[in-house]
Structures are given as C-alpha cells and as structure tokens.
C-alpha cells in the first residue's frame, strides 16, 4: 500500500491511497473461511461448501467489503498519525478519482480532497484589556424573588366578603325576560369564577364588596366581552352555544375564597433554604442577593466570551478557508434542505468556523480539559437552576445527584454538558489573565447590549 499527500495551496490537499491485492488478499480469504464456518449451500453440508465455489459466488462482495475497511482505515490512520488538522469529511477527488470494478480490476487508487484548517495564532495577554460587565442586583429583583417565594409557599383561605383577586364559588342559574328562574333554562353548581379576570368592569363591579349567600344578576355575555372560550367553559355548553347565549344570570355566593402569600417567618425560610440556613428577613433578603449575584456571573461570562470572540476574531484576521472543498461538504450535509442553502448559509457557517478554531487554540493553551467530575457538577448545577425555577432552593443532595447521574446517560446531554464545562473553566481562564475593565450596569442596560 502506498499513501502520499500533495498540498494544492495552505488550506487544500489530495491524499491518494493506492491499495495493491497483497494488502486485501488475506483479509478477503480469512473472510470467506469465517463466512464458510455456517454458509448453506444445496447439496452441501453447512460449513462444507467449497471455497471455489464461494470465491465465485461472494469473492466479489467480500473483495469489496474488505478493501473498503482498509480504506477506511488506512485513510483515518494517516490522517490521525500525521496530525492533519482537517476539516469537516474527506471528499472523493472529482477529477483523480478512477472508476473502481471489482470484477476486472486488483489494483485500486483512491483519490481524495482534503479541506485543511488554516494556520493562525490567537492568543491572549496580559496586556490585553476587556471590559467585565457586573450586573447590578436592585432591591426591586430582590423584592420579586421574595414575592415570588411567598406567592409559591401562599394557600387558600376562606372569608366572608370579596375583595379584588378573590375567587368566587355558587350556583349559576339563568333568568328569563322577566328577572325570574328560567324553566329549562342552564344551571350550573359549583360554578367557579374570578371576577377581576372579567373584561367588562360594569359587569366587575357588581361582585365588588359581596358577602356569602348574597344573589348577584349579571350577564356573562357581556362580562365577557362575547369570548365563546370563556362564556363555555363557565356555563358548561359548546362555543356555538355560547356566542349565543345573551341571557342574564342570578349568581348565590356559596363560597370566597382568597389566596394568602407565605408570611416570611423562621418556617418559611426553613422551607426555602434549609433548616438554620438564615435566621431572619435581613438574612434572607441578603442570601437571595448573593444568589441572583451568583447566576448572573454566568450571564457576565456569555458577554464577556461575546466579546473576547469579537477582539481575537479581529485581532487574527480574515483566514483562507478551501471554499470550494467545505462547500461540498456542507452540500452533502445538509442535502434536504434546498439547492440555495449553501449560498445562504456558507459565510454565517464560516464565521463560526473560525471562532470555533479560535476557541481550540485558546482551550488548548490554557490547558483546560474536562473530568467526569466536571460534567457531575455542571450536571447538578443545571438540575438546580431546574428546580430554582418552581421556588425551590433546598434540595437534598442524593436527589441532585440521582438527576444529574441520570442526564449523564444521554449523549446529547453529555455533548451539552462538556460544551458548558469548557465555557465556564475557559471564561474563568481568560479573567485570570486579561485585564479586566469593570462597569457595573443594571439587568435592563445589561440586557439592551443585545438588542441593540
């Protein structure tokens, strides 16, 4: 076998394999003797078929079968062993590239086009200088976490009279033209309603300050505004029942029911935080500000990596990429999605591209890898941003655990998860070195950067 590699420019190569029947011989044989071992022939006994009979019957296929493996082999085995930086798949030469019959032929020649990555340094200093944008936690993101707490540890509570955002529950009855009980007509017990939400504030008011076992009349026809949705579901009868039905309704209150938040007391920060986790309000208000402070280190390194894309991006350059070769690539890869999107696609698909090189050189250079203990914690960290999200705080940690070991079981979890533990250990690195310009912004300024 003879492998040879012949550079068309920088970022350009074919790599030519010439494969001879000496490589593949053996292999072909020793795999007709395997394939001989439970071959079931007519008129023979099974592993008894002779061997000239089935060169002449699968010689072809296993002959093709086998020199395609040493190929494949040969081909990744010298891309590996010469430490060539390629990019995205080997391509069959358009040009070099012989027809291949394995009826006729012994010899084989294989010719491919290589897209190289082009070389650059990128690198940071010391003296390089990037601004760090520390995002301001106010009292008011304090004072909706809190809220937000309360609300989620709140319950029900029965009383006597309404007030705005209280839940009403009675019988609905309808009422003739003339006030009274319609005979026939829709009742409903049970029926459950909460007046603020009503679009009508006429229609609003007449709950205002009502008592248990008060009689109402109103018209949901008109407290709703005609939304057949809301008029269904409360009346119990179809949409087209309901864009009909105008009539008016007596309304007994069985029942007030409104929804108190948690009081902040020693109990509800247990439940929160952990027993003896903070012993106060003050306590408490300062623990969630350190955590919001905590989470929104994350969002500081996504624009500081922003930005650090932006400077070293500029700082190399424009690189030669093999247009032609990765354009072929991308063609193959993405063959479902219409002839024009290449052309669309092909400039975004290479900025990443280099950012994506940039990025190597630097994980490279820091020395950064990724331990399974790593993606462990990286795995806990996002199953309790999960459970954050429904107010929950303290969660034991065989739970955590148990969850994280459970996304570690899937591929594209631990892709994810790999990719996060190299952002944070590379954005951690880069503060290390540079110099890093601080300016203090609110969420809203932070948060415009990007709309911009």
């Not at 394995?102 to 897209?115: R, S, W, Y």
């Not at 698909?349 to 950064?368: A, C, D, T, Y």
């Not at 034991?396 to 969850?403: A, F, H, M, Q």
């Amino acid at each position: 076998m003879n492998i040879s590699l012949e550079n068309v420019d920088k970022v350009s190569a074919v790599l030519t394999i010439k494969i001879d029947k000496a490589d593949y011989a053996s292999k072909v044989d020793a795999a007709l003797k395997n394939y001989r071992k439970k071959a079931s022939m007519p008129g023979f006994r099974v592993g008894q078929v002779p061997m000239g009979l089935l060169k002449k019957r699968f010689g072809k296929e296993v002959t093709a079968e086998e020199v395609n493996k040493l190929l494949g082999e040969s081909l990744y085995g010298y891309i590996k062993d010469n430490n060539i930086n390629m990019l995205g798949e080997p391509l069959p030469n358009e040009e070099r590239q012989k027809p291949v019959d394995f009826d006729t032929m012994e010899e084989f020649e294989f010719a491919f086009d290589i897209a190289l990555a082009p070389e650059f340094k990128a690198e940071l200093t010391a003296d390089d200088t990037l601004d760090y944008y520390d995002i301001e936690v106010s009292d008011d993101m304090i004072e909706k976490q809190v809220k937000m707490y309360a609300q989620r540890g709140g319950s029900y509570e029965k009383v006597d009279s309404y007030q705005e955002k209280d839940m009403v529950k009675g019988l609905l009855a309808e009422l003739d033209e003339n006030g009274n009980t319609k005979e026939g007509g829709i009742q409903v017990e049970g029926a459950v309603m909460l007046p603020d939400y009503m679009k009508n504030d006429e229609q609003k008011a007449i709950f205002k300050d009502c008592k248990v076992n008060d009689v109402l009349v109103f018209n949901p026809f008109k407290a709703y505004e005609g939304h057949d949705v809301e008029i269904s579901s409360l009346l119990k009868i179809s949409k087209e029942e309901a864009a009909e039905m105008k009539s008016d309704f007596s309304f007994q209150v069985q029942e007030i029911t409104r929804f108190k938040e948690a009081e902040l007391t020693q109990e509800f920060f247990n439940q929160i935080l952990g027993e003896g986790v903070v012993s106060n309000e003050e306590e408490f208000r300062a623990h969630i500000k350190k955590t919001l402070e905590e989470q929104l280190v994350s969002d500081s390194n996504y624009k500081l990596m922003l930005d650090v894309r932006n400077f070293l991006t500029e700082k190399v350059g424009k690189l030669e990429f093999p247009d032609a070769i990765l354009k072929r690539v991308m063609k193959l890869n993405n063959a479902d999605k219409g002839e024009d999107f290449v052309e669309k696609n092909y400039d975004q698909s290479i900025e990443e591209l280099q950012w994506h090189l940039i990025k190597e050189q630097l994980v490279k250079n820091f020395g950064i890898k990724v331990e399974q203990d790593d993606l462990l914690n990286a795995a806990k960290d996002m199953t309790k941003m999960q459970f954050a999200q429904y107010g929950m705080m303290n969660i034991p940690e065989d739970i955590l655990e148990n969850y994280a070991k459970e996304m570690l079981k899937k591929k594209e979890q631990i892709d994810g998860l790999v990719n996060r533990s190299i952002e944070v250990k590379l954005a951690e690195a880069i503060k290390g070195l540079v110099k890093l310009n601080h300016k203090t912004v609110s969420v809203e300024d932070f948060n415009k950067m990007f709309s911009e």
